[in-house]
């Protein structure tokens, strides 16, 4: 849901008061949860933004974290893939993650 602008297409904003619209009232509403994520917390709408009571910022994980995430998922993968992880240092992987 990013900031509304002039040149939207008329489908993404009849979308976007669509979804606004929908949201509406959710915080008085004991029985719902609404989750949203994006990459981009810069560009979210205003409106949209302000309809969730609580934000959180997850920061990408650093390089020993990456790592640790990297180590798990390769066991894991280890035993339906024909690659031997071994032949291939574990920090060749951790450089390719970070951007």
Same mark, same amino acid.
């Given at each position: 849901?990013?900031?509304?602008?002039?040149?939207?297409?008329?489908?993404?904003?009849?979308?976007?008061?669509?979804?606004?619209?929908?949201?509406?009232?959710?915080? !008085?509403?004991?029985?719902?949860?609404?989750?949203?994520?994006?990459?981009?917390?810069?560009? $979210?709408?205003?409106?949209?933004?302000?309809?969730?009571?609580?934000?959180?910022?997850?920061?990408?994980?650093? !390089?020993?974290?990456?790592? $640790? $995430?990297?180590? !798990?998922?390769?066991?894991?993968?280890?035993?339906?893939?024909?690659?031997?992880?071994?032949? $291939?240092?574990?920090?060749?992987?951790?450089?390719?993650?970070?951007?």
């Amino acid at each position: 849901m990013r900031v509304r602008k002039d040149d939207d297409s008329e489908h993404s904003g009849r979308f976007k008061s669509a979804l606004l619209n929908a949201m509406q009232g959710f915080d !008085k509403n004991p029985g719902v949860l609404l989750i949203a994520t994006t990459n981009l917390p810069e560009s $979210i709408d205003d409106a949209f933004a302000r309809r969730f009571q609580e934000r959180f910022l997850v920061r990408l994980p650093n !390089k020993e974290e990456r790592q $640790i $995430i990297l180590k !798990k998922y390769l066991k894991m993968a280890e035993s339906s893939c024909i690659i031997q992880w071994d032949d $291939i240092p574990l920090e060749y992987f951790v450089a390719k993650t970070f951007r």
